[in-house]
């Protein structure tokens, strides 16, 4: 029933009224005619077992043996056209009976007088349902004559045994199968049906017809609001516009809502456009701020870490050279003061400490000349020197310059330049970084170790900054006790010095840093490949160029 759209609630609510009032009418006519075909059953059985009352009264009276009671209830079975006929005496007992079916119920489940007639409903054995109509037999009053009745008086005074005991002579009690009512019963309730059923269809076409005049507007009104609330203000209701009712009137107003709506809708799109591009504009300008904002505060971030950075090496740093610093002087300050309180030192204890004053001013000197060296390094104010230059002869010469060290260590220290390489660069500062490698292999190395200094063309300029070309690889390697792998980076920073035996004597621990400095000052690049006790090869590179013309002429 929810399913339903009002036309169909109208026409099922419709057809349900008229089926309830087709049922109460159907009802009312089969109860009135059931009882009118009672009365004429009654009517028409009394007629007929009065007229047998009174033609068989004195064979009843005069004659009353059981063949001829039995005879007589017998025709009027036939005559009447009865399903039973019962002749009881004024006692109760029957005297004749005809038709009576088993298990006749003696019980009575309704009796009553109906137009003054005595009657029961009864039923059999089988469920079998019947109408019983019962009447006295009167003594008197048959509506025979009085010479008649005189005549039946002494006949029945001579069978005293005859004569009555009571105001009547017996019962007659005749059934009715009720089978019979209910078959005419059935042709009225049919025929009520059909009648019925055919005034509920016309009723239901006509009421279909009306409603369906009345919802198409209504229904085409939904699907219209359906699509307006999708977004489609351009639909109108066009049927039941011309009615006069007031689905009319709501067809009509509904069009008028509906034509409001797209004007509305179309001055807020106006709107909403100048509004969108305002606020587009605004967000724009609003982003734009924000990045530039972001770009300054991200600018001050960075040199504020850089200051901070900055900060923290500058304090580092010049705690360090502090520290560097202090070592030596304190060495010679106190070898001075043990000069001064000893006023006559034996020449040997007078050697011994001006050689260790001595060595400490050296190592202040070469201590304060590589500070000095890195600042103008890493600050741009060291004046570079580049040309065209062969590395053979910087190598070798770099090598030659510490043979004489490492041969009294009893090292041996080997060169291989096998080809002509030729680079743009400042031919001192290279030579210092080979020498400052050579002296570090031989400072860490003992007696009997080897140190190999190569010279070759690489195809790349290291394991940094991937960059491949043309570029001179300059290894110094040596079979020292190598440095483990942790510390291959730290090595190159200021101050920072691998682990070593504690015979050896400290340096500064700026000679790599500078190192690295010149490398990358000549775009090439500085590293290490080593492990503990397999060595060390520190290895740098430096880019190509072309043989110059007067280096070929000279050759020529």
Same mark, same amino acid.
């Given at each position: 029933?929810?399913?339903?759209?009002?036309?169909?609630?109208?026409?099922?609510?419709?057809?349900?009224?008229?089926?309830?009032?087709?049922?109460?009418?159907?009802?009312?006519?089969?109860?009135?005619?059931?009882?009118?075909?009672?009365?004429?059953?009654?009517?028409?059985?009394?007629?007929?077992?009065?007229?047998?009352?009174?033609?068989?009264?004195?064979?009843?009276?005069?004659?009353?043996?059981?063949?001829?009671?039995?005879?007589?209830?017998?025709?009027?079975?036939?005559?009447?056209?009865?399903?039973?006929?019962?002749?009881?005496?004024?006692?109760?007992?029957?005297?004749?009976?005809?038709?009576?079916?088993?298990?006749?119920?003696?019980?009575?489940?309704?009796?009553?007088?109906?137009?003054?007639?005595?009657?029961?409903?009864?039923?059999?054995?089988?469920?079998?349902?019947?109408?019983?109509?019962?009447?006295?037999?009167?003594?008197?009053?048959?509506?025979?004559?009085?010479?008649?009745?005189?005549?039946?008086?002494?006949?029945?005074?001579?069978?005293?045994?005859?004569?009555?005991?009571?105001?009547?002579?017996?019962?007659?009690?005749?059934?009715?199968?009720?089978?019979?009512?209910?078959?005419?019963?059935?042709?009225?309730?049919?025929?009520?049906?059909?009648?019925?059923?055919?005034?509920?269809?016309?009723?239901?076409?006509?009421?279909?017809?009306?409603?369906? @005049?009345?919802?198409?507007? !209504?229904? /085409?009104?939904?699907?219209?609001? &359906?699509?307006?609330? +999708?977004?489609? *203000?351009? %639909? =109108?209701?066009?049927?039941?516009?011309?009615?006069?009712?007031?689905?009319?009137?709501?067809?009509?107003?509904?069009?008028?809502?509906?034509?409001?709506?797209?004007?509305?809708?179309?001055?807020?799109?106006?709107?909403?456009?100048?509004?969108?591009?305002?606020?587009?504009?605004?967000?724009?300008?609003?982003?734009?701020?924000?990045?530039?904002?972001?770009?300054?505060?991200?600018?001050?971030?960075?040199?504020?870490?850089?200051?901070?950075?900055?900060?923290?090496?500058?304090?580092?740093?010049?705690?360090?050279?502090?520290?560097?610093?202090?070592?030596?002087?304190?060495?010679?300050?106190?070898?001075?003061?043990?000069?001064?309180?000893?006023?006559?030192?034996?020449?040997?204890?007078?050697? @011994?400490?001006?050689?260790? !004053?001595? /060595?400490?001013?050296?190592?202040? &000197?070469?201590?304060? +000349?590589?500070? *000095?060296? %890195? =600042?103008?390094?890493?600050?741009?104010?060291?004046?570079?020197?580049?040309?065209?230059?062969?590395?053979?002869?910087?190598?070798?010469?770099?090598?030659?310059?510490?043979?004489?060290?490492?041969?009294?260590?009893?090292?041996?220290?080997?060169?291989?330049?096998?080809?002509?390489?030729?680079?743009?660069?400042?031919?001192?500062?290279?030579?210092?970084?080979?020498?400052?490698?050579?002296?570090?292999?031989?400072?860490?190395?003992?007696?009997?170790?080897?140190?190999?200094?190569?010279?070759?063309?690489?195809?790349?300029?290291?394991?940094?900054?991937?960059?491949?070309?043309?570029?001179?690889?300059?290894?110094?390697?040596?079979?020292?006790?190598?440095?483990?792998?942790?510390?291959?980076?730290?090595?190159?920073?200021?101050?920072?010095?691998?682990?070593?035996?504690?015979?050896?004597?400290?340096?500064?621990?700026?000679?790599?840093?500078?190192?690295?400095?010149?490398?990358?000052?000549?775009?090439?690049?500085?590293?290490?490949?080593?492990?503990?006790?397999?060595?060390?090869?520190?290895?740098?590179?430096?880019?190509?160029?072309?043989?110059?013309?007067?280096?070929?002429?000279?050759?020529?």
């Amino acid at each position: 029933m929810s399913r339903l759209g009002i036309t169909g609630k109208l026409v099922f609510g419709l057809a349900l009224i008229l089926a309830g009032l087709g049922t109460a009418l159907t009802t009312q006519a089969v109860s009135q005619f059931g009882q009118f075909l009672r009365q004429q059953a009654t009517e028409r059985l009394e007629a007929q077992a009065l007229n047998w009352i009174e033609a068989n009264y004195w064979q009843m009276v005069v004659i009353g043996d059981q063949p001829t009671l039995s005879r007589l209830v017998r025709d009027l079975q036939v005559k009447s056209s009865v399903s039973y006929v019962i002749l009881a005496n004024s006692e109760g007992a029957v005297r004749a009976a005809i038709g009576v079916p088993a298990g006749l119920s003696q019980a009575v489940s309704r009796r009553g007088d109906f137009m003054g007639r005595r009657w029961t409903e009864v039923r059999d054995g089988a469920g079998v349902e019947y109408f019983e109509l019962e009447m006295s037999i009167p003594s008197t009053g048959t509506g025979m004559s009085s010479d008649l009745e005189s005549m039946f008086g002494l006949a029945s005074q001579a069978r005293p045994e005859r004569l009555p005991q009571a105001a009547h002579l017996g019962w007659l009690r005749i059934g009715v199968d009720r089978r019979d009512f209910n078959s005419r019963l059935q042709v009225v309730v049919r025929n009520n049906a059909l009648l019925a059923a055919g005034l509920v269809g016309l009723a239901v076409l006509a009421s279909f017809f009306f409603a369906r @005049r009345t919802v198409q507007p !209504i229904a /085409e009104m939904g699907k219209a609001a &359906t699509s307006i609330a +999708g977004g489609d *203000l351009s %639909l =109108r209701v066009y049927r039941g516009v011309n009615h006069s009712d007031e689905v009319g009137d709501l067809v009509r107003n509904f069009n008028a809502m509906a034509a409001r709506l797209e004007h509305n809708s179309y001055e807020m799109a106006r709107f909403r456009a100048g509004l969108e591009q305002m606020v587009e504009e605004r967000t724009r300008a609003l982003e734009q701020a924000k990045r530039q904002l972001e770009e300054r505060t991200l600018a001050l971030q960075e040199a504020n870490s850089k200051l901070e950075e900055r900060d923290r090496a500058k304090s580092d740093y010049i705690s360090t050279v502090s520290h560097e610093l202090r070592t030596p002087l304190t060495s010679i300050k106190a070898h001075a003061e043990l000069l001064m309180d000893s006023p006559d030192p034996s020449p040997p204890e007078l050697e @011994r400490r001006l050689a260790i !004053i001595n /060595e400490s001013t050296d190592r202040l &000197t070469r201590l304060i +000349g590589d500070i *000095l060296d %890195l =600042r103008r390094i890493e600050s741009g104010v060291e004046l570079w020197k580049t040309a065209d230059a062969d590395l053979r002869p910087i190598v070798r010469g770099a090598a030659e310059l510490l043979a004489p060290k490492a041969n009294e260590k009893g090292i041996c220290l080997s060169v291989s330049t096998p080809d002509e390489i030729w680079a743009r660069v400042d031919a001192d500062q290279v030579q210092r970084v080979i020498t400052n490698l050579i002296g570090n292999a031989i400072q860490f190395c003992s007696r009997g170790d080897v140190i190999e200094v190569s010279l070759a063309r690489a195809a790349s300029a290291g394991p940094f900054g991937n960059r491949e070309g043309n570029f001179a690889l300059i290894r110094v390697a040596d079979t020292g006790p190598g440095i483990p792998a942790d510390e291959h980076a730290r090595i190159f920073e200021p101050f920072q010095q691998a682990k070593k035996a504690p015979s050896v004597a400290a340096g500064a621990g700026l000679g790599l840093t500078i190192s690295r400095e010149i490398v990358l000052h000549h775009h090439g690049e500085i590293w290490v490949e080593s492990q503990p006790g397999c060595g060390s090869s520190f290895q740098f590179t430096l880019p190509l160029t072309r043989r110059p013309a007067f280096a070929a002429a000279a050759q020529a």
